[in-house]
């Protein structure tokens, strides 16, 4: 059998012809695409594993700042707590000091209250026991007694002796202004001329005098001049009664001061 060299030839170049077009046209741009698909695959797992890296970091970061939350919440509450406990100690001592400042207060009332009650009572008592004996004397003696307060008053006088008697007219005599003499009541002018005879006597001297009424001497007669001073009040009679309703009132009130 006789080859045909030409075609053998011409089926060469064929193929070879057929092979540069698969090459050119077919295993390249497969060959292009697999390795795209490749490097595009490697940066999908290189980025997935980014975010997995970035994910696993940002998880650890949450779980630190839970953590610092969970801390700094712990904190928050127990100095909330102690910012509690502070206050109500604060609020218990105010309000034990108020009570205590109105315990003082209302101790303190109730002995001013008792006091006041004491001199209200030592003042009726003694205006009353002053109503009483002077109706008595009226009663008893015919006279009244103002006359008589006066008469006990001048008897006083005239019974001062040594250096009481030269210490008074000495003052009385030395006197820039007029002596005054004080009374509960109004001196009636025999009474009044009495004084002034006493003490012209006394001086060897007229003595100037001025008179001036004082209820608060409760039934009784001073005399002041130049630093002397004589007198006679029936209120000193009455200071121990007095002195016992006030012990009496005093008694009463420490029982109701120490009462809740």
């Known amino acids: 059998?006789?080859?045909?060299?030409?075609?053998?030839?011409?089926?060469?170049?064929?193929?070879?012809?057929?092979?540069?077009?698969?090459?050119?046209?077919?295993?390249?741009?497969?060959?292009?695409?697999?390795?795209?698909?490749?490097?595009?695959?490697?940066?999908?797992?290189?980025?997935?594993?980014?975010?997995?890296?970035?994910?696993?970091?940002?998880?650890?970061?949450?779980?630190?700042?839970?953590?610092?939350?969970?801390q700094q919440r712990a904190a928050l509450l127990s100095a909330a707590e102690a910012e509690v406990d502070a206050e109500r100690r604060r609020l218990l001592d105010e309000a034990r000091r108020a009570a205590d400042a109105l315990s003082v207060k209302r101790q303190q009332s109730l002995q001013s209250d008792a006091r006041a009650l004491s001199r209200v009572i030592g003042e009726r008592t003694q205006n009353e026991v002053f109503a009483i004996a002077r109706k008595a004397l009226t009663d008893l003696a015919t006279t009244t007694l103002e006359e008589r307060m006066g008469e006990v008053f001048v008897r006083r006088l005239r019974e001062l002796e040594?250096?009481?008697?030269?210490?008074?007219?000495?003052?009385?005599?030395?006197?820039?202004?007029?002596?005054?003499?004080?009374?509960?009541?109004?001196?009636?002018?025999e009474q009044r001329a009495a004084i002034q005879k006493a003490l012209d006597e006394i001086c060897a001297a007229e003595i100037h005098l001025r008179f001036e009424i004082a209820p608060e001497l409760v039934a009784g007669i001073e005399l002041a001049g130049n630093g002397q001073k004589v007198g006679w009040n029936i209120s000193d009679y009455l200071a121990s009664l007095q002195e016992d309703v006030a012990e009496l009132l005093n008694e009463k009130a420490e029982p109701e001061a120490g009462s809740p």
């Open 162 to 189: 040594g250096p009481a008697k030269a210490a008074l007219a000495e003052a009385l005599k030395t006197a820039s202004g007029p002596a005054l003499v004080r009374s509960a009541f109004d001196l009636p002018a």
């Open 1 to 70: 059998m006789l080859i045909d060299w030409f075609t053998v030839l011409a089926q060469a170049v064929n193929f070879i012809i057929l092979v540069w077009l698969l090459k050119r046209f077919l295993y390249k741009p497969i060959l292009g695409a697999i390795d795209a698909r490749e490097k595009r695959i490697a940066a999908e797992l290189a980025d997935a594993d980014a975010k997995k890296a970035e994910a696993l970091k940002e998880r650890d970061a949450f779980l630190r700042k839970n953590e610092a939350y969970d």
